[in-house]
């Protein structure tokens, strides 16, 4: 710990889930605006209110965290939320980019899986950037709830 009392994994974590909690309010709030301005209410693609929904999560996290607020379940909501986006980002590729997930028109991918998620992680630097950020998180936090409950 520094003189202030926060420690440099703290720290590091505090900073990804703010790189996080960024990129999918941003990304959610612009396309869901997209698709008011297009005339829909409510969007065809549920990705973009979820994704509002959990960047708004993160932030709220970041703040109770920041008041004083127990940590570990803190820490065991984001390791659940960041998951969720990981295993939705390569499951809503693997499953075909179906608007609402399990339902609608698709597309199916063919071949071996570790080029497949390979061409995702690598698809372009938004895609990079959220993925590196949200592994790093994933494992610091599992690190932060595991080093502070002994």
Do not use: C, K
């Not at 974590?13 to 409510?42: K, Y």
């Not at 973009?48 to 932030?59: C, D, E, K, Y």
Request: hydrophobic share 60%; no cysteine; proline share 7%.
């Amino acid at each position: 710990m520094d003189s202030d009392g926060v420690s440099p994994v703290r720290f590091v974590a505090a900073q990804l889930a703010v790189v996080v909690a960024v990129i999918h309010l941003s990304l959610g709030a612009l396309n869901w605006t997209r698709w008011m301005m297009a005339g829909f209410l409510v969007p065809r693609d549920l990705r973009w209110p979820l994704f509002v929904v959990s960047g708004l999560a993160m932030v709220v996290g970041l703040f109770l965290a920041a008041a004083g607020a127990p940590r570990r379940p803190l820490y065991a909501g984001g390791i659940v939320l960041v998951l969720a986006y990981l295993v939705g980002y390569f499951g809503w590729h693997a499953g075909g980019h179906r608007p609402l997930f399990l339902f609608g028109p698709g597309t199916q991918h063919a071949g071996p899986l570790l080029p497949f998620l390979l061409d995702h992680l690598l698809a372009g630097p938004v895609e990079f950037v959220t993925v590196v950020s949200e592994v790093s998180l994933l494992v610091l936090l599992a690190y932060l709830l595991v080093a502070e409950s002994v």
